[in-house]
């Protein structure tokens, strides 16, 4: 068993909520279950936190805490001033903590771990700039409480832009010591468009009238679609409620758990250490919900186990970033770009898992297959390990399945997203409550205080990235940037033919660059946002449905995590495994093929949608068979052998990788091809066979 828990990485220093939990007392690894090693921040839309004791601590932790009693609050006893002054009270309480968790800096170009002045300073600004507008006193000639600054809205008083400018700085300051520069560099980009555009020549397509500065506050400031905007709302209303429900599970050991069980349910077979990783992958995602994180996670345990198998370190690390980003593509929980595509669409949340459920089995069908032949390629031997079995870890914490059972039910039933999640978090903590190795930590007043507390500065990257997005969604309204931008799109593909499915094909490979390119740049939340205001209207243009189009953009702005040369996923696993970058962003990059395909099904072919789940019965049925086989057939191209039958040379590859290209169009006129290009490439491969035997 020691074996499989050798491999520890040498980490970024613990986060700050990290060392609050562990100061107020978590429970030890018992000798029957053994902790996951400490969890590495590596998350693909934060950097590490400060680490923060003394003052600075409970500053930070009492204001976090405080705020998860506002969104909880916020669930069952709405605010009455409304949505809009809700966001303002959740901004107040998390901005100012951005600036004394996260460092402003290189740490070579700061003293001491802690927040210094200029931090402590521009967190007090960022709370009065934030509860500005509902503060009841007069401000100079500004002020006067939130009804006053409503009613100014498109007339902004000198003193409302004012702090709105602060405000806006103080914002894409945030994100920058969140996620880095490349983000608030878009969004000044918006902003420069914004205010210049006026200045383009007028025949140009993406010229507009211009906007002046008041404008351009005003959008920000003081309406729907800036700051306080989707984005925002969606992190404020859901994604809070998500991270704290993970940090109950993290407390009460399921993530350990998901791992053991994956390691129990396949130790005697060849293939088991690769399929060991694909399904702790997946069950540990509902706890992270992050790739990278959990690819991190997930290698810490299972690389020394493929290690012994026989993998090398690029194969592994490749396995581990795919099973990593399939977390964030998976129902019950998916990435936080899902709860943004189900308000953009205003449908429940439960309907985007349905539209999750046939690509996710697909995802994972090609990462599984790729891995048996892998494992027959590769010549991996079979790993003992040590652990209990299956039906008795089942029997001692299956109860830790049934937080997210509940979350599934309560949704089919009706139960809204925010609230569902907040009786699966309840559910958790009473199941750790009951059970003997966490019931004492669970009594513990403080222990629960930092809980709470934890799950709120877990987000608080997102809602950095929230807030600035609104930037983008404020300037790409207000100009109409989005329809401009589509329609150059659509105009690119009709340059190349006037027929319709042409025209769609060549939009899509667009799209699909420009998706790529921009998940290069920005974290994933960011990416779809920006993604759906410039490439949706394009699909939507080209008579793509709505979900269709959705999906899509959703699809191509998480996998940015296996795209070279950024690839935070695979960079995370290769520094796991010891592997090259690059080779292991590559490696990832065949796992995750299927994942690259299958969207670009669901605008491009009729019968496509229906791997969304719409549509008749026995359509859904066949469309999911036909892209199984597919899936199966470029499993093949990329691996170069056929299952059952042995090695497949590059003949058998070739007329594999047409076969699954074909079946994938799922038209009736590419299904004949598909079908007798995989019927060549098995012919071809026994042929090969005989000779050689």
Same mark, same amino acid.
């Given at each position: ?414 139960? #809204?997203?925010?609230?569902? %999640?907040?009786?699966? &978090? /309840? $559910? +958790?903590? @009473?199941? !750790? ?5 966490? =019931? ?116 191509? #702005?998480?996998?940015?995590? %296996?795209?070279?040369? &950024? /690839? $935070? +996923?695979? @960079?995370? !696993? ?5 592997? =090259? ?113």
């Amino acid at each position: 068993m020691s074996d499989t828990r050798d491999a520890h990485l040498e980490a970024e220093p613990p986060t700050d909520h990290q060392v609050g939990a562990a100061d107020a007392g978590l429970p030890g690894p018992d000798p029957e279950h053994r902790a996951l090693p400490d969890k590495i921040e590596v998350d693909d839309e934060e950097r590490p936190a400060r680490v923060l004791r003394g003052w600075a601590e409970r500053v930070v932790a009492t204001a976090a805490f405080a705020v998860a009693l506002l969104v909880l609050w916020q669930v069952f006893r709405p605010l009455a001033q409304g949505s809009q002054y809700y966001l303002v009270i959740f901004l107040s309480g998390t901005l100012p903590v951005v600036f004394l968790a996260y460092r402003s800096g290189p740490r070579w170009l700061e003293r001491g771990d802690g927040p210094g002045p200029v931090d402590w300073l521009l967190a007090l600004v960022a709370l009065v700039v934030c509860l500005y507008p509902v503060l009841p006193m007069a401000i100079g000639s500004g002020g006067g409480g939130y009804n006053a600054f409503l009613d100014r809205q498109g007339l902004l008083d000198p003193v409302d832009i004012a702090m709105g400018t602060v405000l806006l700085v103080l914002v894409l300051e945030a994100c920058r010591r969140t996620t880095g520069w490349v983000l608030p560099a878009v969004c000044l980009a918006f902003i420069g468009y914004g205010y210049y555009g006026g200045y383009l020549p007028q025949q140009w397509t993406v010229a507009h009238a211009g906007l002046d500065f008041g404008q351009i506050v005003d959008a920000l400031y003081n309406s729907g679609s800036g700051f306080y905007g989707t984005p925002l709302d969606v992190a404020a209303s859901y994604i809070v409620l998500f991270t704290l429900y993970g940090a109950v599970l993290e407390f009460s050991g399921a993530a350990q758990f998901f791992v053991d069980l994956s390691v129990a349910a396949f130790r005697r077979s060849r293939g088991a250490a690769g399929r060991t990783t694909v399904a702790s992958g997946f069950l540990l995602g509902t706890v992270s919900g992050s790739g990278t994180a959990t690819a991190v996670t997930v290698g810490a345990v299972t690389w020394p186990i493929l290690r012994r198998a026989g993998y090398p370190p690029e194969q592994a690390a490749g396995v581990l970033a795919a099973a990593g980003v399939g977390a964030i593509l998976s129902p019950p929980t998916l990435g936080v770009a899902a709860f943004i595509v189900a308000e953009y669409l205003d449908v429940s949340y439960v309907t985007v898992l349905g539209w999750a459920m046939i690509p996710t089995l697909l995802y994972y069908l090609g990462i599984l297959l790729a891995v048996e032949i892998d494992a027959r390629r590769l010549g991996t031997e079979q790993v003992e390990i040590s652990v209990g079995s299956v039906w008795r870890l089942l029997a001692r914490f299956g109860y830790h399945f049934l937080s997210l059972i509940a979350i599934v039910v309560l949704l089919l039933i009706g139960v #809204s997203a925010a609230k569902a %999640v907040i009786y699966a &978090t /309840a $559910l +958790a903590f @009473v199941l !750790a409550f009951l059970d003997s190795r966490t =019931r004492a930590p669970a009594r513990s007043p403080r222990q629960i205080f930092h809980m709470l507390g934890s799950g709120v500065r877990s987000a608080l990257p997102v809602v950095a990235v929230c807030t600035s997005a609104g930037v983008i969604t404020a300037i790409a309204t207000k100009t109409g940037l989005g329809a401009q931008l589509a329609s150059v799109l659509v105009r690119a593909g009709k340059a190349v033919s006037d027929n319709h499915t042409v025209v769609l094909a060549c939009t899509v490979m667009l799209a699909a660059i420009a998706l790529a390119l921009l998940g290069l740049a920005v974290p994933v939340t960011a990416s779809f946002i920006i993604g759906w205001a410039i490439i949706g209207p394009a699909l939507l243009a080209l008579d793509v449905s709505a979900p269709a189009a959705a999906m899509f953009v959703f699809y191509y #702005s998480v996998l940015s995590e %296996v795209t070279p040369p &950024t /690839a $935070l +996923a695979a @960079v995370g !696993a290769a520094a796991i495994t010891g592997a =090259r970058a690059v080779p292991t962003m590559w490696q990832a990059l065949k796992y995750a093929l299927p994942a690259f395909l299958v969207p670009i099904v669901f605008v491009l072919s009729g019968p496509g949608e229906y791997l969304l789940g719409h549509g008749p019965v026995l359509g859904v049925l066949w469309t999911t068979i036909v892209a199984g086989i597919g899936v199966a057939a470029l499993a093949v191209a990329t691996g170069g052998w056929m299952l059952g039958i042995g090695p497949a040379g590059v003949p058998s590859r070739l007329l594999a990788g047409v076969a699954g290209l074909a079946l994938l169009y799922l038209e009736p006129g590419a299904l004949v091809v598909g079908l007798v290009a995989l019927t060549a490439a098995v012919g071809v491969t026994l042929l090969s066979r005989r000779r050689t035997t």
